[in-house]
């Protein structure tokens, strides 16, 4: 049965960074992809960003790029989510959650697109 953790989640001052771990466990396959999607009160969950574990493929949603990195530690089955320059919108509940590997990033930007969720970790940017 595959399980995610997550963790690093917390409060941070604007400007500021937080790293996100999400420990994976209970493949049953070699790849797969891993994406970090994000859900503030009142509001649909968004995608965030992911990674393929087969060629290392990342992508990133336009409101994040240039400022979060996704990576992943295969020995470790852990994908992590660097957040730097932290902003107040980026406020909100972080869920990683797994998907087959091989797909576009169109495609992985869809929640329906992912089989296992984690249970989240609170992310609060504020002054």
């Known amino acids: 049965q595959v399980q995610l953790v997550e963790s690093g989640g917390g409060l941070v001052q604007p400007g500021g960074s937080l790293r996100l771990s999400c420990a994976a466990s209970?493949?049953?396959?070699?790849?797969?992809?891993i994406g970090w999607f994000r859900q503030a009160p009142g509001k649909e969950r968004e995608w965030v960003s992911c990674i393929d574990s087969s060629d290392g493929s990342t992508y990133y949603a336009d409101s994040v790029k240039g400022r979060f990195t996704i990576s992943i530690d295969n020995a470790k089955n852990t994908v992590y989510l660097q957040m730097n320059s932290l902003k107040p919108e980026d406020t909100a509940v972080y869920y990683c959650?797994?998907?087959?590997?091989?797909?576009?990033?169109?495609?992985?930007?869809?929640?329906?697109?992912?089989?296992?969720w984690g249970q989240g970790t609170q992310v609060t940017v504020s002054s």
């Open positions: 959650a797994t998907a087959p590997d091989g797909y576009s990033g169109r495609y992985y930007r869809n929640t329906w697109a992912y089989e296992h």
């Open positions: 209970g493949f049953t396959s070699d790849y797969y992809a």
